[in-house]
């Protein structure tokens, strides 16, 4: 199967301010989501998580794609990453009504600042969006941890064998890791998925309980990556047995 993983840069965050060095054409939603879509369409995931989702750019999403995919939303707390307009985003998976059903949709609180992750059932696969916070490693341990704990605590998840966890770790060491692989699980180590400070690795897919992932990222740089994607993260794309 075909999994996506992207962080689309809700459009509350795509602000001049943070990204003097492009033109101002390039972080307008209309164009934004004219690449993305286009990306979603050509990429033809069987799954997509998608994080930084708001309600506007959801509606554009489903408008252009609903006739493809069922979609599920879990927002974090509207105190979480809060903006002046306070819009909530959040995560979201779209699901290929040709591939499977979505069920048991659950969105799950990480920590107390009200970081969540959503957590899905998909032919029997669980599969877990997630968008850590940005700043503190430790604060991202303790939500990858939280999350660990739900996904593999018998009370919450019966009979599940195999799982996806997939999202924006914001993480640029390998903190993050070492902890999944504590769990089992396994993952491929990509090219750069984000430029804003330097190139780093911070989108990921990890599995538990197939038997192969290959991942891949497309090369790109500080300056396309907006341009060509509409989005300051590149499209994570894994192929799992």
Known sequence: MKILSWNILADIFASYKYYTYIDKSYLEVKNRYKLIIKWLKKINAD?????????????????????????????HNKAHWRTKENISNGNAFLVKKTFGSVSNAINVKLSMNGNRALIVNVNNVIYSCLHLDADD????????????????????????????????????????????????????????????????????????????IKTKVKKTDKESILKDYGSDHTPVISYIE
């Not at 799954?47 to 927002?75: F, N, R, S």
């Not at 924006?168 to 984000?194: G, M, W």
Request: no cysteine.
């Open 137 to 212: 490693t430790t604060l991202r341990l303790q939500q990858m941890t939280a999350l660990l704990g739900y996904l593999h605590s018998e009370k919450h998840i019966e009979n599940a064998s195999k799982y996806v966890i997939l999202g924006d770790t914001n993480e640029p060491n390998n903190s993050i890791e070492k902890l999944v692989k504590e769990y089992n699980y396994t993952f491929n180590k990509t090219l750069p998925t984000n430029y804003e400070e330097y190139p780093m690795v911070i989108d990921y897919v990890f599995i538990k309980g197939f038997k192969s």
């Open 47 to 75: 799954v997509v998580g998608l994080q930084e989702i708001t309600e506007p750019e959801m509606a554009i999403i489903k408008k252009k794609i609903g006739h493809i995919y069922y979609v599920v939303v879990g927002y």
